[in-house]
Nanobody, 125 residues
Framework: QVQLVESGGGSVQAGGSLRLSCAASRISFSECSMAWFRQAPGKKREGVAA????????TYADSVKGRFTISQDNAKNELYLQMNSLKPEDTAMYYC??????????????????WGQGTQVTVSS
């Protein structure tokens, strides 16, 4: 059974940084599109960053470009999201997602079949 487990969330002040991790089991990163999504209370789930199979190509939501970086360690089967210059509007539950294929729209949540339980990020002003 595929399992995705996020960690690294927490509370920081605006301008601070956090690094989220997603430990994956029973999937191959070389075959999977991977992504980070977030959902704030009362809002739709939003694709934040994604990486296509193999890890060489990435894409980001406009709201996080230049501040967030997605990366992966294929040997460890771990996905990361480095978040810098955090803003209060980045406050949300962050989820790791995976699909064992190349997808044309990797920031679209319906493309993904595997999800983690989420890790909370809270940014105070």
């Amino acid at each position: 059974q595929v399992q995705l487990v996020e960690s690294g969330g927490g509370s920081v002040q605006a301008g601070g940084s956090l690094r989220l991790s997603c430990a994956a089991s029973r999937i191959s990163f070389s075959e999977c599109s991977m992504a980070w999504f977030r959902q704030a209370p009362g809002k739709k789930r939003e694709g934040v960053a994604a990486v296509w199979p193999g890890g060489d190509s990435t894409t980001y939501a406009d709201s996080v470009k230049g501040r967030f970086t997605i990366s992966q360690d294929n040997a460890k089967n771990e996905l990361y999201l480095q978040m810098n210059s955090l803003k209060p509007e980045d406050t949300a539950m962050y989820y790791c997602a995976a699909v064992p294929s190349w997808v044309q729209s990797p920031l679209y949540s319906k493309n993904y079949g595997y999800w983690g339980q989420g890790t909370q990020v809270t940014v105070s002003s």
